[in-house]
């Protein structure tokens, strides 16, 4: 049985550590990407959405009655036709419009189940960058005194078996124990 460890393979610990603080570093990337979409999304749906919504709904009846007043012109103007058009014209934007409310209501619901919805999942994205930025430090921390405390046993040099003077007789090998038994 050999008196020392065997020490071999540095590098494969070193690309061990290296790999490490690679992945590390894409991680905390993906992290504030996804911490910057969440706020981003949550802007989105409290102040772009709701104003865009009003405002599409508002221009969207006004072109209804606008439409409704060129039906009511075709309609006197006795023109079958353009009066069978304007009726299409004025269905349409009454579903659009209905539309465009239901999606108004849709973000409304959306901003009050926003923080149960995003936010909560979002908090496990922060546990991960604590585990980030602290145990993983620890563990890249260790690797490094453990490479150091390594390199430093690899570069001991072996001891050497005792040898006995020219002159001196040899040790004699060791006795094995009396048995008690005769």
């Known amino acids: ?45 409290e102040t772009d959405r709701p104003t865009y919504w009003q405002n599409h709904i508002r221009r969207l009846e006004r072109e209804l009655e606008r439409a409704r007043q060129e039906l009511l012109s075709a309609q006197l103007s006795g023109l079958r036709d353009a009066s069978l058009h304007q009726q299409m014209a004025v269905k349409k ?4 419009i209905a539309t465009a409310e239901e999606k108004r209501r849709a973000v409304a619901q959306w901003q009050r189940q926003y923080d149960t919805r995003v936010e909560t999942p979002a908090r496990q994205v922060e546990k991960l ?42 040790a004699p090998p060791p006795r094995p124990p009396e048995s008690p038994h005769p």
Do not use: C
Not at 9 to 27: D, P, T
Not at 161 to 169: K, M
């Open 93 to 96: 934007l009454r579903q659009t």
């Open 129 to 170: 960058r604590h585990f980030l930025d602290h145990d993983l430090d620890k563990a890249l921390a260790f690797l490094n005194e453990a490479l150091r405390h390594l390199a430093a046993y690899a570069e001991l040099a072996p001891p050497t078996p005792r040898t006995t003077a020219p002159g001196e007789p040899a």
């Open 1 to 45: 049985m050999p008196e020392r460890a065997q020490v071999t393979s540095l590098e494969a610990l070193e690309a061990f550590r290296a790999k490490l603080i690679l992945y590390r570093s894409k991680a905390r990337s993906a992290l504030d990407e996804t911490t910057d979409l969440v706020t981003r999304t949550r802007l989105w749906l």
